[in-house]
T-cell receptor, first 113, second 110 residues
C-alpha cells in the first residue's frame, strides 16, 4: 500500500535539544511539505520541496531545518532556536503540477518539556 | 498569504445545510478542500481549478469565483459523519506552495 509515514506518533524532548521528525512516502511524489498545527488552529507551512536537493521556506521556517536528499524522504529538524516547538506536525506530499491533491501523513505530536 | 475562512465554527442538526467560505488576496490557480477529524490527518475532499474543472467527493459540492478569488464549500443534508474541521488550501498562480486557512469547525448534532 502506498502512503506517507511519520514517526514517531508522539515525541517528547527536553527544552534546548534538537529533534528530527521523520517523513517517508512511497507514492513517487515529487513535492513534499511540512506543516505545523497548534490547538484549534490551521495548518501553517514550514518548508516545502518540489524536487530532490531543493527546498523553500514557508511562512514559519525560523527555528526549523529540512533536507531532501532522497525523493521519498523529507525529514524536519526542530532546533533549539524554535521558541515554542510544542505542536502537531504534519507532512504531506503530492504529484508535481496542479490538479493533484495533497496526501497527509498521520502526524507527529511533539511536546517539549 | 494564508486564505481567510468563514465562519470559524458552525453547529448544525442532522439534515441541515452549511456553507463554508474561503478567500484569498492572491490570484489563484486552484482551491483545495480538506476535512480533519480530531487528532487525525486531513483528508482530501475536492479540488477546484481556475477554468472550472473540479475533482472530488460525490456528495459535496463547491464553487470557485475566479474574479473574487473566493471559494465556497456546500454541505447539504448534513450527517453526523460530516463533523470535523474543514480547511481550504490555496495554490497561487506563480508556484505550487499550498497554504491553508485557519479552518472551520463543523459540529453536526442528532
Amino acid at each position: 500500500d502506498g502512503g506517507i509515514t511519520q514517526s514517531p506518533k508522539y515525541l517528547f524532548r527536553k527544552e534546548g535539544q534538537n529533534v528530527t521528525l521523520s517523513c517517508e512516502q512511497n507514492l513517487n511524489h515529487d513535492a513534499m511539505y511540512w506543516y505545523r498545527q497548534d490547538p484549534g488552529q490551521g495548518l501553517r507551512l514550514i518548508y516545502y520541496s518540489q524536487i530532490v536537493n531543493d527546498f523553500q521556506k514557508g511562512d514559519i521556517a525560523e527555528g526549523y531545518s529540512v533536507s531532501r536528499e532522497k525523493k521519498e524522504s523529507f525529514p524536519l529538524t526542530v532546533t533549539s532556536a524554535q521558541k515554542n516547538p510544542t505542536a502537531f506536525y504534519l507532512c504531506a506530499s503530492r504529484r508535481r503540477g496542479t490538479y493533484n491533491e495533497q496526501f497527509f501523513g498521520p502526524g507527529t505530536r511533539l511536546t517539549v518539556l | 498569504q494564508q486564505p481567510v475562512q468563514s465562519p470559524q465554527a458552525v453547529i448544525l442538526r442532522e439534515g441541515e445545510d452549511a456553507v463554508i467560505n474561503c478567500s484569498s488576496s492572491k490570484a489563484l490557480y486552484s482551491v483545495h478542500w480538506y476535512r480533519q477529524k480530531h487528532g487525525e490527518a486531513p483528508v482530501f475532499l475536492m479540488i477546484l481549478l481556475k477554468g472550472g474543472e473540479q475533482k472530488g467527493h460525490e456528495k459535496i459540492s463547491a464553487s470557485f469565483n475566479e474574479k473574487k478569488q473566493q471559494s465556497s464549500l456546500y454541505l447539504t443534508a448534513s450527517q453526523l459523519s460530516y463533523s470535523g474541521t474543514y480547511f481550504c488550501g490555496t495554490e497561487p498562480m506563480e508556484n505550487n506552495d499550498m497554504r491553508f486557512g485557519a479552518g472551520t469547525r463543523l459540529t453536526v448534532k442528532p
